[in-house]
């Protein structure tokens, strides 16, 4: 076998090990869900009716593309516990003396996040559909959407992949997390119009990537003027994930676990 | 003498403001274990680390299985098995699932990696726990089942990081069985450990380490000749009698004996009299004695001659310095 059909087989393996665990550690299932969930109803019920959002029949079709960008960026502390996980109980340690691919480990982790992401989409939809939420575009643009938010789900894995690295502990990762997921996602297009904010966080939104996934998203569920917002992102998220997985593998080769 | 299935030369290795490995040279002929003998921080753990490419030496050169670590790091990778200080195994995966992980990593394939982490399992009486999750394991089944693991490619050469730290006498014991036969079979086997036992029992070689620096290297036997031969040691009903000993057994010594607390202490020089002419030299002169023994020296004495302290050191935080 060549080396590159071995990185796939041992990518397959790792991925395999990482879904096999994911119904087994049910705490890990209300991160993914029940979170969201009560973001959702919170902005929904709670702040929806003070937020102004001009050219919306509703608050929630605003909402909803933005808060589940946020759902898929937060689904990448999926991959950076369980990363950290792996470090702290010595398996990288196991798997880098394994004549194994050295992307494997990572490549496989972050393939398998895409199913938590899978059902965190699916459960952030199904609510938002309950509380009032309309899908006002074709089946295509929708199915468009979700591929774009999962495309950007992945990307945030390989990004977490770093942070839990970088972090050397499940506490420091999930710190160095939230300190780059609240400003990110808060200051952007997700939750309130840009427009409505101080000029130099407005500035911040308008630059800020995930407002070019939110944006997107929007022109692609409810069919919100996107401009080039929806190849703006898809190139936003293939350059994420180059720059990233790039960085994360390099980091992997050097990994010293505690 | 065939090529060393491990050999170092050396080896150097430091982090930030302390030198894990001083200069270090080890070898090991296919076959044999060498032990690796130290208290916790001597540079144990950082040895193995280099030895299995998690670690790049700061300077010097290892090979194993006549690899070299750095450049032929990921050949070496498919010649060798690891089982670390702390079992690493997938909590959230069964038994056999973790063995049939590390078997396809291995590039086994899948059928013979199914069938061989069925075999391990049977071998390493985990049958019936094979299909459970390793999180309901006890302490001695984890370092079981990462044993376990680090054989699943059979691979020439084994690295044993203290497998038996925080075992109880019984998984000691199928461990060390293991690890034997093991050997018989060809295998070649680093271990590191701090139990004297443990490396008199293994241990073809011991190298003994303190502060990185290899401080004593042989075998268990010439380890304990350097800090000289038996003792006889012997406990005195009556301390009133001391002088009454002394005297009594001074002509076995090559110096005058001391006593203390009614305990005394010699030096045995057999061609000047062995353990029977002592009891009849006491019972001549009326000594009563509550004990007497003769002792050989073990690997504590060693270790405790070499390096000015003992072996086993109060648990302080585990901090090996590669950690």
Redesign the interface.
Known sequence: ?SSLA?AV??TA??A??NL??IP??PDLWVSFTIQPLMFVLLFVYVFGGAIQTPGYPDYVDFLMPGIIVQTMAFGGFVTAIGLSDDLS???I????????ARS?VLAGRTLADVATNVVSLTVMIAVGVLVGFNFTTSPLEVVAGIALLLLFGYAFSWIFACVALLAGSVEAANALGFMLIFPLTFASSAFVPPESMPAAIEWFANINPISTIVDATRALFVGAPAGNDVWGAVLWCVGLIAVFSTFAVQRYRRA?S? | MAEPAIEVEGLRKGFKDVTALDGIDLVAPPGTILGLLGPNGAGKTTAVRILTTLLPPDEGTARVAGLDVVKDAAAVRAQIGLSGQYAAVDENLTGFENLEMVGRLYHLGRAPSRERARELLERFSLTDAGDRQAKTYSGGMRRRLDLAAALVARPPVLFLDEPTTGLDPVSRLLLWETIEARVAAGTTVLLTTQYLDEADRLADRIAVIDHGNVIAEGTSDELKSRVGGERLELTLKNYDQETAAIEALAPLADERPKCEHGILVMPLNRARGDIAEAVRRLDAASVDIADIAVRRPTLDDVFFSLTGHAAEQPEEADEEVAA
């Open positions: 076998m071995y087989a041992d393996v790792v395999r090990r096999l665990r087994r550690q109980k010595g398996l340690d196991r798997f880098r003396s394994l004549p194994m494997a010293v505690s």
